[in-house]
């Protein structure tokens, strides 16, 4: 090898470390900012798993008749309001837009939810025909916006399991 070749090559390795260097750097300076999106986003989904559970639970209990709580569950309201301050402060649109589209369902449900609460808060004023109307118009409704939050709760594993 004559010494031009190896002058151009130790350049070489000198100019790529250097880029190496520079990448390192800046990744190193954006850990922070990396581990804050990641607590965000497990708040997110402990918050939207804990709501699905307990909303699983008094579906269940709707199901089976026995649903005498006279106002909405205050899990689906409480997590709605936490994941939607939560949303502004991720870094990727996708997730932002995935979470801000989680909190509307979660506020919809609970005005879903509302006309089968109130049933129960005054039966006088109620009848069977009508109880029945809401409690399958709630089941719809949970039947439609499941698939989406159950996304975003697999969405948010899989990010945090490095996939």
């Not at 798993?49 to 006279?70: C, F, P, Q, S």
């Not at 990727?92 to 129960?120: I, Y």
Request: with cysteine; net charge neutral; proline share 6%.
């Amino acid at each position: 090898m004559t010494p031009f070749a190896v002058q151009v090559l130790v350049g070489i390795v000198a100019a790529a470390s250097l880029v190496l260097g520079l990448y390192n750097l800046w990744f190193a300076k954006q850990a922070p900012v990396r581990e804050r999106q990641r607590e965000l986003e497990d708040e997110v989904r402990e918050k939207l798993t804990e709501v699905l559970h307990a909303v699983d639970a008094e579906m269940v209990i709707i199901k089976r008749g026995e649903y005498k709580r006279e106002t909405v569950p205050p899990e689906i309201s409480a997590t709605s309001e936490s994941i939607r301050k939560i949303a502004p402060r991720l870094i990727e649109p996708g997730l932002v837009w995935r979470t801000k589209n989680a909190a509307d369902m979660l506020f919809l449900l609970s005005s879903q939810w509302s006309p089968v609460a109130s049933d129960h808060k005054y039966p006088d004023q109620t009848n069977d025909r009508r109880k029945a109307a809401n409690e399958e118009s709630l089941k719809e409704f949970l039947l439609q916006c499941r698939p989406s939050l159950d996304e975003l709760v697999t969405l948010l594993v899989k990010r945090e399991q490095g996939k």
